[in-house]
């Protein structure tokens, strides 16, 4: 009883000096939860004695952990260049500088400094995306998804968008064509099968409430055997020649071909621009290696009707986002692709990713069995489904842990790898070269 009644008094014990210059809201909350957890303790026997400077220190340590940050970097040596619970593409360090400059100063954000009036948000894109792909216009939202929704709801809301059954796509769970359809008013018009829709099934689906003649890029899986699917340039004559909109969900979209002859399956902005198409839409953050955001590029008197839509203004793009698109495009224009992340990872050859491989072999061989193997990958985050690519990879073959009892070690410390084969993969294909020293780190760690 007599222990009850030394139970510190948390105003007296908020003045403990070693709480001296931290946030006294946040001291005084947490102490009143240890205090609160030490009076149950002593009512069920759990302690004898009550020593303050533990108290204390249990409160610090709830400090520190509801104050650290919850976003932290990780390895990402799964192989998968855009992977989506990592973060997708990674943004060139120089594009940040130069988007930190911008965002700490005032800017011509809004501002036309060659006629001292109001300018255009958009503007800053616009030349360039008009010079890499040849549109007459674009617009750049948050993201891919509120691309699609504002375009269905400038141009389809009460009429018929027509889509083929073999394109009605989900990715992620929370983006699904049909239902996005549906909460952007538009009425969706499904054509065809799952495996088979052809010309005709698009010209007799049209009537006079159709609005548009929607194409959506399969991401996340392909329909293999007996199939046969409308080339988006059939779909852009047969729109144009019933004075209809076609438009492209193209979901990642690259301007350049990509490698292992990936561009056969998969043509690029540049070749899709080439049927001349109403609108196309893709992110910002996956093939094309910027910052997240939903860029659309198309005919200008239909831009300019989305710029009219209010909904516009609750999609619209930050000062850091189109820092960082505007110097990721340009490194387009220039040609200088070695700045985008996503691509240099895309297009790194075997033999640095050995060369690689190799630095992490030397690095840990004493103190963990391992062997340099070539494997495959995938470029993720929906941009060519179930097409692997080749890589290399280090394979433990350490019999100190079975497979998942070491990833989960590994991701303990942030260094996120594959299970192949009951083995731990580290795929170089994703890992930084700044990161081979912090891997062997990991690896003594771990391992001694
Ligand atoms: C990824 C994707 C989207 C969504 O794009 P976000 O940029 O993630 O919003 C929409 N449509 C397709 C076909 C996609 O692949």
Redesign the pocket.
């Known amino acids: 009883m007599s222990l009850l009644k030394s139970i510190p008094k948390v105003d007296k014990f908020i003045t403990n000096k070693t709480f001296e210059g931290l946030s006294t809201t946040l001291i005084t909350k947490i102490s009143k939860e240890v205090i609160a957890n030490l009076r149950e303790d002593i009512l069920n026997n759990k302690i004898q004695n009550i020593d303050e400077n533990i108290l204390v220190s249990n409160v610090l340590k709830e400090y520190d952990s509801i104050t650290a940050p919850s976003l932290q970097t990780v390895i990402n040596a799964t192989g998968i260049i855009i992977h989506t619970n990592l973060g997708r593409s990674l943004i060139n360090k120089k594009s940040l500088e130069k988007a930190i400059e911008i965002a700490t100063s005032y800017n011509n954000l809004e501002y036309d400094l060659i006629e001292g009036k109001r300018g255009e948000r958009y503007s800053h894109i616009v030349k360039t995306l008009q010079n890499l792909t040849g549109c007459e216009d674009a617009i750049v939202v948050n993201?891919?998804?509120?691309a699609?929704f504002l375009i269905l709801n400038t141009f389809a809301k009460n009429k018929e968008v027509i889509v083929s059954r073999g394109e009605l796509?989900e990715?992620g769970g929370s983006?699904r064509v049909p239902e996005v359809m549906t909460q952007s008013g538009a009425i969706l018009k499904e054509i065809g099968t799952t495996n088979k829709t052809h010309a005709r099934d698009y010209e007799d689906a049209i009537c006079e409430n159709t609005a548009m003649l929607m194409k959506?890029?399969k991401?996340n899986y392909s329909i293999e055997g007996f199939t046969s699917e409308v080339d988006f340039e059939e779909i852009v004559n047969i729109s144009f020649k019933n004075n209809l909109i076609d438009y492209y969900?193209?979901?990642?979209g690259h301007i350049i071909d990509l490698p292992f002859n990936l561009s056969q399956k998969e043509p690029s902005i540049l070749e899709i621009m080439k049927y001349n198409p109403s609108l196309l839409s893709f992110?910002?953050?996956?093939l094309l290696g910027s910052v997240?955001a939903?860029i659309i590029i198309g005919k200008k008197e239909l831009i300019e009707k989305i710029k009219k839509n209010q909904l516009l203004r609750m999609l619209r793009v930050d000062k850091i986002t189109l820092s960082i698109l505007e110097d990721t495009l340009n490194s387009y224009l220039k040609n200088e692709l070695n700045d985008i992340p996503t691509l240099k990872m895309l297009f790194i050859s075997l033999e640095t990713l050995e060369q690689k491989a190799n630095t992490l072999f030397e690095k840990i061989k004493d103190i963990c069995k391992c062997e340099v193997i070539k494997t495959q990958t995938l470029i993720g985050?929906?941009t060519t489904p179930n097409k692997k690519i080749p890589s290399i990879a280090l394979c433990i073959n350490d019999e100190k842990y079975k497979a998942n009892q070491l990833e989960k070690l590994l991701r303990k410390n942030n260094l996120i790898t594959r299970i192949e084969n009951e083995k731990i993969l580290l795929d170089f294909r994703t890992i930084q070269e700044n990161e081979i020293e912090k891997i062997a780190d990991i690896f003594n760690k771990v391992f001694n």
């Open positions: 993201n891919n998804a509120s699609v796509v990715i983006f959506v890029h991401s969900d193209m979901g990642s992110s910002g953050d996956k997240q939903g985050g929906g």
